[in-house]
């Protein structure tokens, strides 16, 4: 396992929501705190080729059901199609259920039935079998953080809400989940000591809970193992049993993370996973999609590094002082002796000149910064 590939110049966005569908990953919408954020504009749309690693943003048809931009949504891929939901630009929040074609290249709003889920941001969602499972959030209806589970069947568009039993995570927001069979998995998220109202009080649970979804029954798992600090604005995802967790925020310690840990599905157990190469730099908000045996990390925001000229602190007593990011870092699993050995050209400034063309191409793929978003420190 080694971080591999580091290159800028991709989509600045925080807080977006990603997924993978083939070989290639849509990004739709987030915040860019460096571009005037306009509330009701269309979302944008960003794909990935994951075998070229080039972005391209969408000229997708343009109608009256195409969604407004937004942030701390969610999207979930089933079949060809992403379903949208949730998040909010800085008026409203939503709770409008949109559909992106990605072969058409075209929004729709399917029309569902049932029990729609106040409007909220910051909630998670996985697909288990045919449906759309969501959890927590914040509720800007009842400007509260939410513990409640609804599902939205995929097929018949109708929801439901998931009256769970036993005892659920706390209330939440920005937390994240991954689908592991009938369960859902849940880890970290922002909660308050005056649960659920925001109060400032802000409390960071490391605990993981799974939901039972044929059964309807929350299970805390209490690992064994070291177990990673709270946080909030993180990343996961499922690979060989694992559920690997990168990055954050804890807002009480004022930290970010860029540490990598996995939780075992079957052993229940945590570890710490220290990977070399191109580590990331630490960073909330940001996306991470896995494809075959690597996993694209791109986005979110990170302290700035310097101000005036002087190192940040990360205790310092305003941690908000951020910088939003374009760039793009890939975790291979499995990395090919191919690719090991372009580390080693790259990291020891070796001649290329006589290199095969292929190797020089996939050594262009692997250091050729995108041309999506332009330097910050670069004018005119």
């Not at 513990?147 to 995570?169: K, N, R, S, Y």
Request: with cysteine; hydrophobic share 35%.
């Amino acid at each position: 396992m080694k971080w591999t590939v580091h290159i800028e110049g991709g989509p600045m966005r925080v807080n977006h929501a990603a997924v993978c569908i083939g070989d290639k990953i849509y990004s739709f919408g987030g915040y860019c705190s460096t571009e005037e954020y306009k509330d009701w504009e269309p979302i944008p749309v960003h794909i990935l080729n994951t075998a070229t690693l080039r972005w391209t943003s969408v000229n997708y048809k343009r109608s009256d059901v195409v969604p407004f931009q937004r942030y701390g949504h969610t999207a979930v891929a089933y079949g060809h199609k992403v379903y949208m939901w949730g998040g909010r630009n800085n008026a409203v929040a939503c709770d409008t259920l949109s559909c992106f074609d990605t072969k058409k290249l075209e929004w729709s709003t399917p029309q569902v039935t049932g029990m729609v889920p106040y409007a909220k941001d910051g909630h998670s969602a996985c697909v288990i079998k045919n449906k759309m499972y969501i959890f927590g959030g914040f509720e800007y209806l009842t400007d509260q953080y939410s513990q409640e589970v609804h599902c939205l069947d995929l097929d018949t568009l109708q929801w439901t809400f998931i009256d769970a039993q036993g005892t659920p995570p706390s209330h939440r927001d920005f937390h994240t989940a991954v689908a592991v069979g009938d369960r859902m998995f849940v880890f970290g998220g922002r909660g308050d000591l005056n649960s659920p109202y925001n109060s400032q009080e802000e409390i960071y649970c490391p605990q993981v809970y799974y939901l039972d979804t044929i059964t309807e029954t929350w299970v805390a798992c209490n690992p064994t193992g070291i177990w990673p600090e709270g946080r909030r604005s993180h990343s996961a995802w499922l690979y060989n049993d694992f559920m690997y967790i990168f990055g954050g925020f804890n807002g009480n310690t004022r930290t970010h993370f860029n540490d990598l840990y996995r939780y075992s599905i079957k052993g229940n157990f945590w570890q710490f996973i220290n990977v070399t190469g191109s580590v990331p730099c630490k960073r909330r908000r940001q996306a991470c999609l896995i494809y075959e045996d690597k996993v694209y990390l791109f986005g979110g925001t990170s302290p700035c590094p310097h101000v005036n000229n002087r190192p940040i602190d990360e205790n310092d007593a305003n941690p908000e002082r951020l910088i939003d990011n374009s760039d793009l870092h890939i975790l291979d699993y499995t990395p090919s002796l191919k690719t090991l050995c372009i580390i080693a050209v790259l990291a020891n400034n070796l001649d290329q000149s006589t290199l095969p063309r292929d190797i020089i191409m996939d050594i262009c793929a692997m250091t050729l910064p995108n041309r999506i978003s332009r330097p910050i420190n670069q004018a005119g």
